[in-house]
């Protein structure tokens, strides 16, 4: 299998604009399907690299982070630029890693530009800088005000982490970093064991669009191997972190970060069970028609995604069970699909076993034992599970699963949804009559998840402003923030206020002739003029 | 000193709308000038009570987060008009408890409910939603977009500890207080036990406006005694956390948050140096007046603000030296004034020895020895404790004293400044020509600090939209924030998507009529218009 086209100085870390290597060469890139090696081979990453690419970063923050949005704008539209010439041998390439289809990848590679793109916008339209302005008040009594000038910073250096399902979107040039960088943060990205091929190429992408865009070496840097991101989020130069995986993955990076002498922000986008609440007067005219559309959301992408409908709530009634049954219907006719990677596969496994062997849970649909493929299971669980907060009904199992939980009335579902923990959504599916009187129903919900759905499923995750990807713990480990759309980059900015400061010395974003004519909160008000 | 009148249900706890004590009556109010007790007695909270006052706080989370903004706006403004109505004998007993000057007390009492009044005029602006609309594409090829919509919305009930320094502005009813009520979440304050009646006193005013404006019972709960802080920011139903104290104080309930199956956001506001810069153009023409604004500065309030300004630094030369004489002589002359409490003047104490006992510090000003009051104190080191980044320097002593540091030139000055830590402020002071040339060394200050200040001094907070009062750790324990200003209420909101939602269930900030009059992002424009 090693068809692909390997450069000179393939397999080593991205360092300050270098490729460097002085651990051994041990990693193995393997194509999903069999697991071949696909060609490729890294080195494993060292701890003094770890800290030279830290320092590189560091190194490239005062000024990375002064440039002007115009130009951070437009090198994340030559990032973009460059992912969309990857050809089709790169596609190939993260097909071969990953076993998603083609036409995902595809997909994928345009909502990975796509966002590129829309964080340029962002960085054009400016509101990002929150630009606040309180003008001197020299007359007022007892204290005169002095004049008072508020905008937003870079944090500085960010780890991130990217994730598995997502090969592009949630990777090297993913989420993550489009955030960071435009921000104005440089980046250590930790290459996914899962697609270190993909990483590169994707590496050398943005590496072009850094030279050519004329930014500091030092912007990204790209590290290899294992083990080396316990030292990452520990590095003194490191002050913020991105990350997307498993619920212990991300809880103990957060606890090293939180340790630290000098503790750092942690996004780290975790578990979710993502319920799907189903109404009773929509079971009675639509049974059929959502346990397709269930089915097919849960089974998408080989359940292999973070808002993947985990757990299906409803009210125990014939409609119910009708749905119930085409539920499973749909789960046994569905294909058994290859997972992302062996250790996935794995996961998924020892996720149902644990399913099977819980003497409240029955499966209702798809097939037990060990097999090369995942294929979609169906189980059902008694409520008390739910109610008294079982742990194994509120960790996701990733792969395409669901379990079903029937409530005996409204009542009992309401404190089901109760005893939930921290969601990325919760969705209602009902006719519009139960919608419009689903008041406490829903504002519950929006204390529990971070996206709220009606009538629609979750595993579709917009890239734009209005979008939030995250959500309480354990959906994340910081509720305020989100990793889609172009809100995540205030998780790597912080405020700074200018007291008595001359033109010379303010920030275009805060001199009185407004500059780059932003939306400015001045004197209580906004507007676009001058002062 | 047992003139104040002490009401029937005095001591108590406030939790849930009532007062309870379950504990043992042994808190004993003190007078600060002279120890005795100031006639007030309190009941120390009990983990029982620590657990009902979260509860509290939780059952009335819901209703209070659903209030409208112009709800809360009339609350908070009802809050205000009970401080301002406490009248002489408040005052009285809050110089008894602190001793700090009673013209000090009016004015903090006016910002306090000033502060109230500009949160009320935040949430009547409405900018704190953060509204942002993306319209259904129903055409959009490959995939149709959906209606996604997003606000802010109230992250839960947080746990407030207040200040010893200013028993109104950042206590009971302070910033936090106020930010936290504004957001929508009910708060559990922990009684400061510096002014434990002053608190009482507060408390007594916010139910009064409560129970007026009809908001529910648990919304403000606040308990008495030491060794309930642990509980509280660990109890599952606090969803956040506001402090402002010492970096031990603060990191200590810091790493409890975090240590938490589910983890919290803190903002803790610790400790800062606020470092002084005095240029060389400056010195030349008026190192008196600059020495003489300086000790004004560092012992304004005997020097018990969390901006004063504990580290002076400048580059040798005669002006120099005339300014630290000058400093020496305003220092001398300074009279000794009481601390807030006998366990401030220890802290002091210790904190001087520490500088006395150092071979690379000198006192030039000041006298050593223990006394009941605290007399000012100047100290001059050697900038290789800078550059070494001794922890000495970079932590800051609460009360009347400040460090000279001396750099042989520009270059040195500037490398000090790079080994600083997180501050919560950094000031230049300097001629204008000078100022003008100033850029590198504002932009590394940039990266130190919240505020950076320009020929003025950094006690002075200012409440108002531009303030931060925030920075990178030990100064908080989260640079994205501020607690100072109307940004503090981003820290306990959090964002929320509603993804194709009828109109009826959305919140009215999200609908398309916009009855808020809201300025939105609707399809990436900024508008006040309807959909």
Redesign the interface.
């Known amino acids: 299998m090693t068809h692909f086209t390997e450069q000179q100085d393939s397999g080593r870390q991205f360092i300050g604009g270098e490729r460097v290597a002085e651990g051994e060469r041990k990693l193995v890139s393997l194509c999903a399907a069999n697991g071949q090696p696909s060609g490729y081979r890294f080195y494993q990453g060292t701890a003094t690299e770890v800290d030279r690419a830290a320092l590189a970063a560091a190194r490239a ?2 000024a990375y ?2 440039t002007d949005a115009a130009q951070r704008a437009d090198f994340l539209a030559g990032i973009a630029d460059e992912l969309d010439a990857l050809g089709d041998e790169f596609i190939a390439l993260v097909a071969a890693e990953t076993a998603l289809p083609v036409a995902r990848i595809q ?1 994928e590679r345009a909502r990975t530009s796509g966002q590129m793109r829309l964080f340029a ?1 962002l960085l054009r ?1 400016g ?1 990002f800088y ?1 630009a ?3 003008s001197a008040l020299p007359h007022r009594t ?2 005169p ?2 004049d ?3 905008y937003r ?1 870079a ?2 250096p960010v780890a991130i982490f990217g994730a598995s399902n997502f090969p592009l979107a949630f990777s090297t040039a993913g989420g993550d970093t489009a955030a960071a960088l435009a921000a104005g943060c440089p980046v250590v990205f930790k290459a996914h064991s899962g697609h270190m091929a993909t990483a590169e190429w994707v590496g050398r992408a943005i590496e072009r669009a850094r030279v050519k865009h004329a930014m500091p070496a030092g912007v990204f840097n790209m590290l290899y191997g294992g083990q080396i991101g316990a030292d990452l989020v520990q590095h003194p130069e490191i ?1 913020a972190v991105g990350f997307t995986g498993s619920l212990a993955g991300g809880r103990a990076l ?2 090293l970060a ?2 630290r002498p ?4 942690v996004f780290a986008e975790m578990s979710s069970i993502n319920p799907v609440v189903v109404m009773p007067q929509a079971l009675s005219s639509g049974a059929e028609r959502i346990a397709q559309d269930l089915a097919a959301s849960f089974t998408l992408g080989c359940g292999q995604l973070c808002t993947k409908p985990g757990v299906i709530i409803g009210v125990r009634s014939s409609n119910f069970e009708r749905f119930v049954n085409k539920l499973c219907q749909e789960v046994t006719s569905s294909p058994a699909q290859t997972m992302l990677n062996p250790g996935t596969l794995q996961s998924f496994q020892q996720g149902i076993i644990a399913l099977e062997q819980h003497p409240r849970i029955e499966r209702i649909a798809g097939q037990s034992g060990v097999a090369e493929q995942a294929s979609a299971q169906l189980f059902r669980a008694d409520i008390a599970l739910l109610l008294d907060q079982s742990p194994l009904l509120q960790e996701e199992v990733f792969g395409p699963v669901a379990v079903v939980v029937e409530a005996a009335n409204e009542a009992e579902l309401f404190q089901a949804l109760q005893g939930l ?2 969601q990325l959504t919760a969705t209602l599916i009902g006719e ?1 009559a139960e ?2 009187q ?2 406490s129903l ?3 919900l ?2 529990k ?8 499923y979750p595993t ?1 995750v ?1 890239v ?5 990807h ?1 959500g ?3 959906a994340t ?4 923030g ?1 990793s889609v ?1 172009t ?1 995540a980059i ?2 790597f ?10 033109q ?2 303010l920030p275009d974003a805060l001199q009185d002739t407004n500059p780059l004519n932003l ?1 400015r ?1 001045v004197n ?1 008000v ?1 507007t676009r003029e001058s002062l």
């Open positions: 923050f005062p982070s002064q997909g916008a339209r509101d929150g606040r302005i309180d007892p204290l005000r002095p008072l000038r508020q910073v944090i500085g002050k957060f606890d939180m340790r000098q503790p750092i922000p923990q921290g519009e919608i419009a689903a008041h829903t504002q519950l929006t204390h998840a971070g996206r709220l759905i009606i009538n629609g579709g917009e734009c402003d209005a979008m939030v995250g309480p713990y354990p480990s910081d509720a305020r989100t759309g809100l205030e998780r900015l912080r405020p700074v206020c200018f007291q008595n400061y001359p010379i010395l939306l909160l209580g906004y």
